[in-house]
T-cell receptor, first 114, second 112 residues
Framework: EAQVTQNPRYLITVTGKKLTVTCSQN?????MSWYRQDPGLGLRQIYY???????DKGDVPEGYKVSRKEKRNFPLILESPSPNQTSLYFC?????????????FGPGTRLLVL | AQSVSQHNHHVILSEAASLELGCNYS??????LFWYVQYPGQHLQLLLK??????LVKGIKGFEAEFIKSKFSFNLRKPSVQWSDTAEYFC??????????FGAGTRLTVKP
């Protein structure tokens, strides 16, 4: 079954304690992205990756890091989380062909930073 | 800065009513346009997309959208909504450099 998985699904942590949210896809997609969703703001892109070892900043990259060492994995790292990073996070992957695109979103990770 | 505006925050309709959700964007270059649906407690699903060609695109679940370049708009429509269409709908724009911007979302409530 084609899917994007995220772990953990729920996380409560404290300010400054480094954490990693994993994202994995089983479709061999080239593109992967991270978004955060906040009420009234929709989704905002944090980082995206066009392929292995190719990443770029999205709209709100401050306070986040990513890596793409393997095609299937795209972890999101918060080196020193702060309360304003409390949010719902989604990972997504996609394949783009001429005039067409297939996209999948993960189930989301709800993060609370105290 | 590029932005995406969804005009309606919350729309309430009765079953069988027609739906149109507005979406306007401010980017002047070539864009890809998307509509997503998010059912309560679930992740986003792609409803439809526009890359080029026929400005009227059809998606899943009976939805369609029309790209009007002169108005920078990409409105979502459905002739007859069902209770199961109750969800939040997001418009999104992607530019050539892969910058992806979403609207704030429109919550649709369909009364049975």
């Amino acid at each position: 079954e084609a899917q994007v998985t995220q772990n953990p699904r729920y996380l409560i942590t404290v300010t400054g304690k480094k954490l990693t949210v994993t994202c994995s896809q089983n479709m061999n997609h080239e593109y992967m992205s991270w978004y955060r969703q906040d009420p009234g703001l929709g989704l905002r892109q944090i980082y995206y990756s066009m392929n292995v070892e190719v990443t770029d900043k999205g709209d709100v990259p401050e306070g986040y890091k990513v890596s793409r060492k393997e095609k299937r994995n795209f972890p999101l790292i918060l080196e020193s989380p702060s309360p304003n990073q409390t949010s719902l996070y989604f990972c997504a992957s996609s394949r783009r062909l001429a005039g067409s695109e297939t996209q999948y979103f993960g189930p989301g990770t709800r993060l609370l930073v105290l | 800065a590029q932005s995406v505006s969804q005009h309606n925050h919350h729309v309430i309709l009765s079953e069988a009513a027609s739906l149109e959700l507005g979406c306007n964007y401010s980017y002047g270059g070539t864009v890809n346009l998307f509509w997503y649906v998010q059912y309560p407690g679930q992740h986003l699903q792609l409803l439809l997309k526009y890359f080029s060609g026929d400005p009227l695109v059809k998606g899943i679940k009976g939805f369609e959208a029309e790209f009007i370049k002169s108005k920078f708009s990409f409105n979502l429509r459905k002739p007859s909504v069902q209770w199961s269409d109750t969800a939040e709908y997001f418009c999104a724009v992607r530019t050539r450099n892969n910058d992806m911007r979403f609207g704030a979302g429109t919550r649709l409530t369909v009364k049975p």
